[in-house]
């Protein structure tokens, strides 16, 4: 239904805000989805669900910007980044404000949200000192040196749950290198990048380097097929990751799509249980629990039971809301019935619930709100101990020892985070070395790597080509390597 007091998102093309086409000849008719805020589940505007007829004006925008944006120099290109970094200063604000009301995140994290896109952007700004390439006399007269090229118009589809970070993942690296882009927010939060991209324009980016196409799988599609589209990033889950994957290894097409993830975190007994129960709760229960890198599984070496009383204790004393320390609701009423049914199903087979985020549900009917939820269980075959939830849940399981903990998380099909909590350098040494996974932290919550290093898991949560996504991995993945072997004549 639509509502014609309510805002309408437009795509951005060209340098500005473009009505989306009909879907058909036939058709005067714009298809349009209502965006609810998770807070209330009002809706608060309404996304287009644009055709491939649009993904194909945004991919000609690019294709036309593309020669002269690449052939700028790359400090000309960052120097545009700067100018943006301090309107993003200018306008936090604004930005933090806009991702509370569309994704559900308190204003704390909003703004955290914001400021680690900067941190992507300050990165970006960097490139001219940091992305120089090699030169060397390999032999007697001869000397070989390369460069780096921009691939041309690049996608990139990204996940509901960091409104302005993860588009700066990619959009950052990816323009600085001398590429232009099309982009695909998610339809659940469509809004916050709209005012992004009117800062780049702010900056001085030229028309056509950026554009936003809004929809679903038909624009994804659009823009997974286009042949002038020549790379493609895609964050989500692993079962559309693959599927993306493939898509673009049939069309010979440059891939790296982000998948889904399930992060264990161990405890010694060694490990200070101030540290690690604080660290454990804001991790598992911040953003409500919708980030990939979140600690969805801590399996404690022998029982501690100290540290599982604090676990519990601080978890309690979390409350719902948007000012800080609070927590806010899920995204939406799909991700409220999964993570609700999934606590069902660890009650009734055996695990006991410690902390029961449920009862938020009943006392907020308004809204999507489950609270943090925490879970001791005993039988290691339970599906929340091995399967991917978005949600603020933390499943307990105690093992023997260091070795069965190590088995219990390489034997996971997932490989993004990994952590572990001691005292002892020997004891994080031991597990640093054993885990399986592309990014892991000694006594730290959720360990998202900082640039310059890059922000990519392993196994079946990354698909497609072997970078990582952000830092020099996506430096890597955003351009081609040309190299030249030269002989001059004595």
Known sequence: MFTQDLPRIRNWINGQFVEPAAHSPSSETIQYLPVTSPYNAKTIGHVPLSSAADVAEAV???????????????????????????????????????????????????????????????????????????????????TCYDSRVPLGVVASIVPFNFPVMVPLWTLSVAIVMGNTMVLKPSEKVPFTMTKVVELLKEAGLPDGVINLVNGTA???????????????TFAGTSQIAEIIAQRCHRLNKRVLALGGAKNYTVSAPDCDIEMTSTDLVESYSGCSGESCMAPTVLLTIGHQQDLIDKIVSKSEAIRPGSLDGQMGPVI???????????????????????????????DRPEGYWVGPTVILHTNKQDALLHEEL?????????????????????????????????????????????????????????????????????????????????????????????????????
Request: proline share 4%.
């Open 390 to 490: 978005f949600g603020p849940v933390l499943s307990i399981l105690e093992v023997e020892t260091a070795e069965e903990a190590i088995a219990f998380e390489n034997a996971n099909p997932y490989g993004n985070g990994a952590g572990i909590y001691t005292s002892s350098g020997a004891t994080a040494d031991f597990f640093i070395k054993r885990f399986n996974a592309g990014m892991c932290g000694i006594n730290v919550g959720s360990p998202v790597p900082r640039e310059p290093f890059s922000f990519g898991g392993w196994n079946k949560s990354r698909f497609g080509n072997h970078c990582d996504i952000t830092g020099d991995g996506g430096v890597e993945f955003f351009s081609m390597r040309k190299k030249v072997t030269t002989k001059w004549v004595p």
């Open 218 to 232: 038909e624009a994804a599609n659009a823009l997974i097929d286009h042949p002038d589209v020549k790379a493609v």
């Open 332 to 362: 939406d009423q799909v991700a409220l019935d999964s993570i609700t049914r999934r606590i069902d199903e660890a009650e009734v087979s055996g695990a006991r619930i410690l902390v029961d985020g449920r009862r938020w549900t009943k």
């Open 60 to 142: 000609a925008a690019a294709r036309e910007a593309f020669p002269a944006w690449s052939g700028c120099t790359i400090k000309d290109r960052a120097g545009i980044l700067i100018r943006f970094h301090a309107l993003m200063t200018k306008h936090a604000d604004i930005l933090s404000d806009m991702v509370v009301l569309e994704h559900g995140k308190n204003k704390a994290e909003a703004l955290a949200s914001v400021s680690r896109g900067q941190d992507l952007v300050e990165y970006a700004m960097s490139l001219p000192h940091v992305s120089q390439t090699k030169i060397l006399e390999v032999s007697r007269g001869i």
